[in-house]
Structure formats: structure tokens, C-alpha cells
């Protein structure tokens, strides 16, 4: 079992930088596999990256490449979403979610989620 919080979202201008922390808790979370999906307003969630169990190879959506980073802190039992270059298409709520998953892109696959947290651009 394992047990995620987000923090750090908030509002930012247009241009702007917001970084997302995960904090897990919970055995093993190293063995997992963990992606940031987020959920625009009215719209279904979507996949936004994710990282694989080794922690070698970061996966990105075509929308945020370039921009946005993932990194996870194992030994911190932490995963982290650095966005750069906030669009006013990127707001929405972002979730932190992990699991033995091989599609990252699917978010249906992912047994442990956060909350989220709200981010919010300002054009």
C-alpha cells in the first residue's frame, strides 16, 4: 500500500515556472512506477509524464516536452514535476499516481493516487 501527497501547486502567470513535489509513504515505493496525470477543467484526466520502476527512462505527453520535467528521489520516497513555460492550456489538477504498471500512459492502470493539486495560469 502506498500513499501519495502533492503539494506546490498554486497560481502562476503565463511564462511562469510551478514545481509539484509527491511525497510517498508506504513500503517499496522504489519497485513502482509513478506518472503525473492532470484533469483540466471539464475535461477527462490525461497523462501528462511518468517514470519507469528503474528510474532510467522518463516519459513525456507531446504537449509538455521540453517544458515540464520529471524527476523521483527514492530515497527521499519523492517524485517531482518541474514545469516550465506555463501555458494557459496546462491549468487543472494534478495528481501523482504509482504502480506496477507497464502502459505510463494509462492512467486507468495506476492502483495509488493523490489528491492532487491545483494549478492555475493566469494569461
Known amino acids: 500500500q502506498v500513499q501519495l501527497v502533492e503539494s506546490g501547486g498554486g497560481l502562476v502567470q503565463a511564462g511562469g515556472s510551478l514545481r509539484l513535489s509527491c511525497a510517498a509513504s508506504?513500503?517499496?515505493?522504489?519497485?513502482?512506477?509513478v506518472g503525473w496525470f492532470r484533469q483540466p477543467p471539464g475535461k477527462e484526466r490525461e497523462f501528462v509524464a511518468a517514470?519507469?520502476?528503474?528510474?532510467?527512462?522518463?516519459y513525456y505527453a507531446d504537449f509538455v516536452k521540453g517544458r515540464f520535467t520529471i524527476s523521483r528521489d527514492n530515497a527521499k520516497n519523492a517524485v517531482y514535476l518541474q514545469m516550465d513555460s506555463l501555458q494557459p492550456e496546462d491549468p487543472g489538477v494534478y495528481h501523482c499516481?504509482?504502480?506496477?504498471?507497464?502502459?505510463?500512459?494509462?492512467?486507468?492502470?495506476?492502483?495509488?493516487w493523490g489528491r492532487g493539486s491545483q494549478v492555475t495560469v493566469s494569461s
Open positions: 508506504g513500503r517499496a515505493f522504489s519497485i513502482y512506477a
Open positions: 499516481a504509482a504502480g506496477l504498471v507497464r502502459d505510463y500512459r494509462d492512467w486507468t492502470k495506476y492502483p495509488y
Open positions: 517514470y519507469s520502476r528503474s528510474g532510467v527512462n522518463p
